[in-house]
Structure formats: structure tokens, C-alpha cells
């Protein structure tokens, strides 16, 4: 038995072409691209991220206009039984978004900030010379081992004698090797940081001059790919970079950006 229609078919057309024509206007409209930063912040205090937020406000001259802020998931309650786990209060859209462009862009524009950066880390008398001194030295004291432990054996010297100045040549010996290691890591860390200076100097010349006057959707996908994340603490922020993969370096020092806290 056929089912009588729920609508007549001139309705149902006439609904039907209105549906195709939202869909076309729909594909035809400016759409809301997101959030510049979103999915890129998280909170240094509970470790939950900060998303993007639009309110309506008046502003200067009495012009109801939009306002963006980025809020710490922790400081909303009902995402926790009712009460919030973190105080770290929210951010302006208007500080944080030209924040992270300037500091992306002056990276773009100076990649040998990270290489300075490094440097001012670097212990005094890191250098290939130190590291040979070191080694020299590390040398030495194990020959000096050897030649102790070799009179012990012989009965030249008493067990009194032997075990604190064995005790204190190993110290000195683990303490040269710590040195030694870390003067290599430096070396190497060194050599990392170049291949990354390089990598951004080239990505700077791809991009081209005038980077820094891009559109919104343009910073987006540049910073998405330079930046890893930034942690908003109380008192500021730290920008952390993303790294070509590959390299030994596991992450670029953050750039810290003081925040206009009251």
C-alpha cells in the first residue's frame, strides 16, 4: 500500500532549490577562518591549552565591535565538576597575535639570533683549544693512576696511603670526562644550530621580502610551520620554534615575550 506524501511536491521542489541555492551562497561566503593562534597555546601553569574566543564589546567611541581573546581550558569550571583547576587569566587577541608575528618575523629576517642566543651559554674557554687541554689533562692523571696503583701492588706505599689518593684520582678523572663530554656536545650543539640558521635563512629567502605585510591567512600557515608552541605563564610568554626534522637539535631556546599583566 503506497504511503500517501508528507508535504506536496510543489513545496517540497520549492524547498529543494532553496536548499541548492543556500549551499551555492554558502560555498560563495566568507567563512570564519579560525583563530590565528589556535591549537598552537598552551598554559604554563595547569598545561591545558588556551583557545580562541570572540566577544562583543564596545569600544572606542562607542562602536560595538568584536574582541578576541585566548582562554586557559583550566579556567572554565564546568570542564572540571563545576570548579576551575588554574587562575592564569586570559589573553587579548590584540597582544599575543602581533607578539608571536614579530617575533616570527624577526627570526625570518635574523636567523643568527639563535646562533648568539647559544653563545651566550656557552661555558668560558669553550673552544677546540680547551677541549685539547682537557684531554691532555685527562691523560695524564690516568697515567698517574696507573703508576699508583702499580706502587700499591709493589707494596711501596700502605692501604692508607693508597685508598684516598686513589679515591681522590678517580674524582678528578670523572670530573675531566664530564668536562670533555660536555665541550663535545657544545661542538656538536654548534655545529646543529649552523645547519639551523641555515635552514631559516633559506626559508626567509623563499619567502621573500615584505613577509612581514603578509594576510591573516598567510601568517597563519607561516607561523603554523615555524612556530612548535607557546606556553603562557603569569608573567609572560615563551615562543618555542619547530626545527627541520632530521637534525639533532631537539628544539631552538624560547624566545621570551613579557606579558602587560596588572
Not at 707494596?155 to 679515591?167: C, H
Not at 678523572?173 to 655545529?191: H, K, V, Y
Amino acid at each position: 500500500m503506497p504511503v500517501p506524501p508528507l508535504i506536496e511536491s510543489d513545496l517540497y521542489r520549492a524547498a529543494h532549490r532553496q536548499l541548492v541555492q543556500n549551499r551555492s551562497r554558502a560555498r560563495m561566503g566568507v567563512r570564519r577562518s579560525g583563530y590565528l593562534l589556535q591549537g598552537l597555546l598552551a598554559c604554563s601553569e595547569c598545561r591545558y591549552a588556551y583557545y580562541g574566543k570572540t566577544t562583543r564589546q564596545k569600544g572606542a567611541g562607542g562602536r560595538v565591535r568584536d574582541f578576541i581573546y585566548y582562554r586557559c581550558s583550566g579556567t572554565d569550571g564546568y570542564r572540571f565538576g563545576g570548579e576551575r583547576i588554574c587562575t592564569n587569566p586570559q589573553i587579548t587577541g590584540k597582544f599575543i597575535e602581533p607578539s608571536v608575528w614579530t617575533e616570527v618575523c624577526t627570526l625570518l629576517k635574523n636567523p643568527l639570533r639563535l646562533e648568539h642566543a647559544f653563545q651566550k651559554k656557552v661555558a668560558v674557554g669553550s673552544s677546540p683549544e680547551h677541549l685539547e687541554i682537557l684531554k691532555a689533562k685527562l691523560s695524564k692523571l690516568q697515567r698517574g693512576l696507573e703508576r699508583l696503583i702499580d706502587t700499591y701492588s709493589e707494596g711501596a706505599i700502605e692501604k692508607e696511603q693508597f685508598t684516598p689518593r686513589l679515591s681522590r684520582t678517580k674524582a678528578q678523572i670523572a670530573e675531566l670526562e664530564a668536562g670533555i663530554r660536555a665541550q663535545a656536545e657544545g661542538a656538536d650543539r654548534r655545529q646543529e644550530l649552523q645547519s639551523l640558521v641555515d635552514h631559516f635563512r633559506k626559508l626567509a629567502n623563499h619567502l621573500g621580502p615584505g613577509v612581514e605585510n603578509a594576510d591573516w591567512d598567510r601568517r597563519r600557515e607561516i607561523i603554523r610551520s615555524l612556530v612548535e608552541r607557546v606556553d603562557i605563564g603569569l608573567a609572560d610568554l615563551m615562543i618555542v620554534f619547530r626545527v627541520p626534522q632530521g637534525t639533532a637539535v631537539s628544539t631552538t631556546d624560547p624566545v621570551v615575550v613579557k606579558l602587560p599583566r596588572p
